[in-house]
Each structure stands twice: as structure tokens, then as C-alpha cells.
């Protein structure tokens, strides 16, 4: 309960309780109070101090279980004071829980880092080790040890595998088992099971699931590199006979990179190694080989596009349990070679079910024919709810959809519509069993996963009831970091599209959609949002996986693709698509603060980049390869032609440029210095060449065509020469607002920009007017339209009115604006020599306009939180700033005049730090303030602010206006 307002209120008891005995000495009563007051200070100086250091992390992960690469430490440190920093840090690591002897103590290190690699002694593989860390803050004060936390690690060496990829004969079945028996004599003091398999698998142990994640294997280019997943089994395994199970999926390995999508006809695999240590000191390894059984079950079919067939009559009962005896279809299973080159352990956050979305209402467009709407367009499946009596055999069918029937596709009839899934089914068949009247059986898919807001039911013979279906969401399971609100509705409702959209396509790796027969990992969409997506959720080590994956498919000259792993587009990838490599390691820089990524895969982004200046200066600019360009720009009117984009060399080049600035800066970031200056002068050489071969004089413009994009680009690559620059930027204000009426025109490239262009020319209004607007073409567009309001991002500004070749309505690349939200709308930026926000910019882009009179928000960093809550009351005129800024970390408040600066007062807490226009000293932790244009800006320290701004006037006795901090 103790923070840095006690700190505040005791300083300005102690000055208020002396000044006041000082006028009044004969009055004993304020002795009373100046000894209180001293009493509450000293009590205070006994509790200000660093508390101990919280989410422990190695590689961003809590406590894994099966680190097979350096491990990398990170933390987040807290104090009760504030203006506080971290001076020092202490990282001891054991491979005993109470940390003695220690393995690793890395003494006191002066530095403010909070993530650092591990520099002891070598790890051994299938050890669990434990770890702790202290800091020392800005007066030298030590914390506290942070609580202790573990990490395992894998199996580091190849020899340590001694298991065998098995399949079941024939390849007949989605089921596996063996029983063993353990020692009754010897407890069990730790047993980890590292299991893998192709495509998907599901572990279980004596009549349980071990552990909460789903879908696994995540997909990578599994002849590079398959993953493995760890489970701790210790309290699941028993003393005597256990039993070991596991259920197999088609999965990626069985899909062909075509539309429409085939089977491959893909034998499923099957690899698993348990290690138990007993209390001997013993060791028991139970691996997959030729011993175990396996064959047929209830799952008769599945694949990731078309759902699953399951038949409850062919259950298997007890076939889980010690003893159970297979049934003759069942047979040994065969062992199998290699199925990869490199088996690494699955260091990202897992698929899981994240939550259930329960039914909203139920059409009844035919009889039998029964559409849930869940009202959310969402990835998962449904979980069926049969009540019986049901007879055996019930065959009940649902079939997933996205939107509902429409003009012009056929008649408003309530069915769903299911042409732009393509060749995908996305439809799961159950098979009843005999339900007994009153008993009530639930069911779930396994192996499949769809994209849909609409179910169709068919073939239960009674009325369902809204709990018949639920639907499940299920995505990897990274963390929410940061949440904007605003005082509109249409920013809300896009950001919650942005959101849903974002987590949606999170599936093991960065997809483009969740629905149809692609669902590919497509560099474009990762390059347009990972700033976005790094502000709402946790993706270090989500992005450090997919990293992986497109190393693993890079050229040995430096290529890389489309997609990752490599199915739809090919080699060389747009520039504009392979982007998102630099990009990706970039945002993590920015975003996270540390070097980690920049120097696991900087030789692989320096080979990517040398590609491209290669290619660059063999074709020129002109002439720059390029494939897609600014994606799916807006055609004149919904479903109608006259869609513009700008020269796809020209968004090449752009892309080129932004990967130079990303490398200089990655490059002095971990000491590459003569990298860096050749960044830097090929960055000033292609700026120069991009103004030279696209810029007309003529229309003041780079090109005619795709307007919009082509000036939004050129300002933000900085390529637009100070002598035509106002004539540039005038061009672009004329289209957007005299022809256009303040509508865009812009592909998904255009789309990611032209907010943080018009801000940094001083035209955030009609930013803003971009993000309200409801009618065509506008991300609000999507929401308001009276065909199909959506609730995630559509691939096509004009959705509904377009074929079904190309038309998901679930789509993120339009979702980089979700940037603009926290950078503009809210305010919360960075300096430009900062990361993980060491030195932040609370200053909101728009504050004046009556339609966004509130904002608030905030992003859980590595450092700790920041945030920012403000308003504007009109009448009279305030301003109110609540404000955190984490330990470690400065702050620049930007308090606007309006139209004048003279005549403002501000105060932080109710006292004046800001007065007859200077600066007032004495709050601790506001470190100072000056005018800049017209802004009052407060630089603060570390710790939580509130700030509130009025005029004030001296009519014959001083009158002041302190507005009151909203509790909005």
C-alpha cells in the first residue's frame, strides 16, 4: 500500500505542520501534528524501497520446461518510490531449489538491463534448474530476492534421443499405447515426458490428458526442423502399472500447397521419450518403439481444412488404463527412420482454448436446419451438448461459416454461406452412440480448427436450445500486454476487430486467415501489423519462433519467401513481403529492449539484406521486382472497378529503405559498427533514388496512380527533398480531401501509414476522420455497413459485394493502423534513441475535437506498466494526464495550450508545478517543465502522475480553476 504518494503527502505534511507552528507557536496542538508528521516520514523512509523483482522470465516464458538454446533472463522491477532506477543487478542460478551451492552467480552487475543471457557453466540436458535475481536502485538500496522460479532443459544433444518415430501399421488409426510398470520401492522424484509427432498429437496418461495445450506440433518446414513439446508427469505417473496413450492427426504434413487443397496421403508419426528419476538416483527412459500398439478408434477422419468424423460407437472403453487388451484390428506398431533434420523444443506459448462464446440466437432457415450466430467471428470449434434418449448412430452434422446468405449471392434466407471457404469444409460429423433419456453427452474436435461466426446443425431430431452449441476459441496462447479505450464507439468497435482479428490469426505462427484452404503464414500480414500486434500482446517469443521458421527456408544467397513455411507465393519474396524478417526482429528491439533476436539472426538479416541491394543495383528502381505491391486497394464503389495502386517498384523500394533503417539501428545496437555505416550510406543512396525515379514534377506526385500510397510512402522512407515538399504534401491533401472527402484510397500498405503520415504533417484531424468515418471505403465501413457488420477485419475493403476467389472476413493485414491507436490516438510513443520505453512521449496527436474528448490506455513492457489516461472538459477548459512511467524509464508530458501558453496553470496532485509561467519545483519525482510550441512539457521520473491544466486569472484576489482527474 505503500508508493510514491506517501512520499509526496509526507513532504508537504512536514512543510504545512512547520510553517503552521512557526505563524502559531503558543499553540501546542500543531507540535502534535509536526511530530506526527515526522513520525509518518521516518515510517516512510523505513518502507520506500525496491521491491523484489517480478515476471521472471526465460526466453519470455514462464518457468519452461525444455531449453535447448542459451537461456536469456529477463525480469521487472518495481519500487515504492518514485524517480527511481535500476543501478544494479544480481542473477544467481542452482540446480537446487533452495539455490545452494549456486551453479551460476553473476555478482553485482552495474546495469540497468533487465534481460541478460546466461554466462555460467555448461547446462546439462533434462535438468531442472532454479533462479533468482536482486537489483539495486537509484540510492544503492539492495531488493529483496525475487521469488525463486525453475527452468528445465531439453535434450541438447541428438545422442540424447533414444526413442524411435513409430507409426501404427499400415498407418492404420489415429490411436497409440503401451503400458509399463515402475518400481513400487522406488519413488518417483521427477519425470518429464518430451513428446512429438506428425501431423498433430494429443498425449495422455493413465486415463488423462497431460497437459493444456492443443494442436501440437506447431507448424514449421518439418524435413528442417520439428518441435517437441515438454510435459512435467511427475504427479501423473504411479508407482506399479502405468499406461501411456497417444492420438494422432493428419495436421500440416498431410495438406498440399494447391487450391483446391489434396491430401497427401501422409503416414502419421509418432516420437516420444520419458524420463523418470527416481529416488535411488536411478534412471527409467520410456520411449516410442516397435512395442507399442496401435490402431483404430472412434476418430475416422480429420484434416486442419475439412474437420473431423468422429463415430462415438467405436469408443475404446478403458483403452487408456493399465491392462486394457487391444482388439485384433490393433497390431504392433513399426518404427520408422528420421523424420527431420533438427528436433528443437516448442518455446512458444501453446494453442490452447482461451475462452467459449456462448450462443447469441438460433435461425431456423428450413425445418431441421438450425444457424447458431455467436455474434464474434472467431477461430476454434464448437462443443456439442446431445441430451438424450438418441439412438445409436445419430449422425449430426455441423458446418461452420463466416456470414449468412446474401444479395448477391443468392437470397436474404438465413443460411449460411460457405463459397469463399473455397475447397475448405470446415464441417464436423458426430456419430452418436445410444443416449439414455436424461443423460447428456458433450463433444469436441481434436485435430481440426475453424474460422466462422455461423454454425449450421443438422440432423438432431429434436429442437436445440441455445447450450446445444458453444463455441470454443482457440489460439496460441500469448498475453494481452496493452488495451486502449476511447470516448467514441467507432474507434472501440475497430479496435475490437483489430483485437479479434490479431488473436484469430495467431495459430503457432502468424497466419493471413483462419477460415479457407490457405490459412498460410504470409510475410505481408506479419510486416504490416507486428508493431501493432507487439503493443496488444506478448509475441517475443512467439515472433522468436517464426523467426526461426524463416531462417530455416532462407536461400544460401539470401532469399526468402512469401510464406513461411513455404506453400503459396515462392522465391524471392515480395520486397514488401519479406519485410516482415528485419521488420519482425525490429519491432521485438523496440518494443521488448533487448538485442536477443538482432543477434541470434543478424547474419541471416544481413545475407537478406545484401539480396537486395544486389537486385537493386542490377535492375534500378525502376524496374525494382516486385509481385504484389499495395494489396487490394478499394475499387470506386463496392464491387464496381477503378481500384488504383502505385508502381509495385515503388513499394519495393520503400521496403528496401525501411529494412536499411531497421538494420543501422540493429547493427549499433550490438556493435556492429562497420555495418552500420554501410546501412546508413545505402539508406541515403536508395532515399535519393526513389525521389529520382518516381517523383514528377508535372503532378507534383510519385505517380498518378495509387495517389495516396505513393505520397504516404515516400514521406514516411524520408525520401521527399525539402525544396518539394509542401508541393508534395499539398498533392496528397488535395486527393484525400477535395476528391476524395477525406476517404482513402490505399492497399493494405498505404493502409499501415497513412495515419502516421498525416500526423507527422501536422494533419492528425483528418487521421482521425480516416478512423471515424462509417460509410465507403473506412475500416468503419466493415462494422456499419447494413449487409454484414462485422466483428473482425475483412480482406477487401468492399467484402460483401465481392466473388468468392478472394474474400475472407477475417483477415489482420488491415489492422496495422491499430499502431496509430496507442502511438496517436492515445499518445503514447517513444523517443527515437529509445527502447522498451526507457524515454517516453505522452503526447496525444488530437486533444481539441469534441468526437474524442477521453482516451485511455496502457502496455504492460518489460519495464513495467505505462500509461495514460487524459481528458478534455471544454467548459471551462482543462485538461486532465494520468500518467505511469515504469522504474528506469523518463517521461515527456505534452500539456496543450491551446491558444495560448501565459496564463496556465498545472498541477500534479493538487499542487502547482507549473505557475505565472515557470516551472515550480518541490513534487517529487517531476523533474522539471518548458514550453515547446504549444505544449507545456513536464518531464517526469518513474512513478504514477496525475496531472490537470486550467487558465487562471487575478481579479483583485487570486481565482483558480483545479479540475479534478475524471474517474472515467
Known sequence: GINAEYGKNCILLTNHSAHFYQLHPGIPEMMKSLVFAIFFCFLYSLLAAPLPATNLRVQRLSNPLAVDVTPQFSWTVQHTDRGQSQR???????????????????????????????????????????????WWDSQGTQSGPAATQSFGTGLLNPSDWKAQWISTANNNGFHLKKDFTLNASDPIVRARAYVTGLGYFEFRMNGQKVGESLLDPAWTTFSRRVLYSTFDVTYMLRSGPNSIAALLGNGWPDVTNAVPWKRKGFVRVFLLQISIQLQSGAKVLVVSDSSWMGGPGPILDNSVYDGEVYDSRLELRGWEIPGWKPPTSWANCVAVGPQTSQLSSQLIPSIKRITTIPTRRIITPSPNVYVFDFDQNASGWCRLKLRGPLPAGTRIQLRHAEVLMHPPYGPVSGNIYVDNLRSAMQTDVFFTDAIAPGEVVEHEPRFTVHGFRYVELTGLPYAPTEDTLTA????????????????????????????????????????DCDQRDERKGWMGDSALTSDEATRNFDMNAFYINFLQNIQDTQTVDGQIADTTPVTFGGYPADPAWGTAYPTIVYSLFREYGDTYAISRFYPSLKLYMGFWLRALNSTGPKNMFAKYGDWVPPPST???GGASAPSGSLTSVFSVIKDLEHMQEMAEAIGQSVDAVTFRDALVSVRTQFHTAFYDPATKSYGTNGLQTAIVLALIAQAVPDSVRDDVINTLLTDLVNKRNTHLSTGIIGARWICQALTEIGRADLAL???????????GYMIYNNVEPATTLWELWDSPFEGPGMNSRNHIMFGGVGEWFYSGLLGITQTSDSISYQSIIFKPAITTDPRLPFASGSINTPRGKVGLQWSRSASPLSYNYAVS????????????CESS??????????NPIWKNNQFVSGVVGVNGASVQDKFIVIVVGSGDFKFSSSNYSFRGQKLSKISILSSK
Open 88 to 134: 544494479g543487478f544480481q542473477i544467481i542460478v542452482s540446480n537446487s531449489a533452495n539455490l545452494q551451492p549456486p551453479l551460476w552467480d553473476s555478482g553485482k552487475v552495474a546495469s540497468p538491463a533487465t534481460s541478460i543471457p546466461y554466462k555460467g557453466p555448461p547446462l546439462v540436458s533434462d535438468t531442472t534448474y532454479y533462479w533468482t535475481v536482486y
Open 472 to 511: 470454443v476459441h482457440v489460439r496460441s496462447s500469448v498475453e494481452r500486454l496493452g488495451s486502449v479505450t476511447f470516448a467514441n464507439e467507432t474507434i472501440n468497435a475497430i479496435q475490437h476487430n483489430i483485437l479479434w482479428g490479431q488473436e484469430d490469426n495467431l495459430m503457432s505462427l502468424p497466419t
Open 638 to 640: 463496392p464491387g464496381g
Open 769 to 779: 476522420q480516416l478512423v471515424l468515418n462509417r460509410d465507403y471505403p473506412s475500416w
Open 885 to 896: 512511467v515504469p522504474v528506469s524509464s523518463v517521461g515527456q508530458v505534452f500539456i496543450p
Open 901 to 910: 501558453c501565459k496564463g496556465i496553470l498545472i498541477t500534479e496532485g493538487g
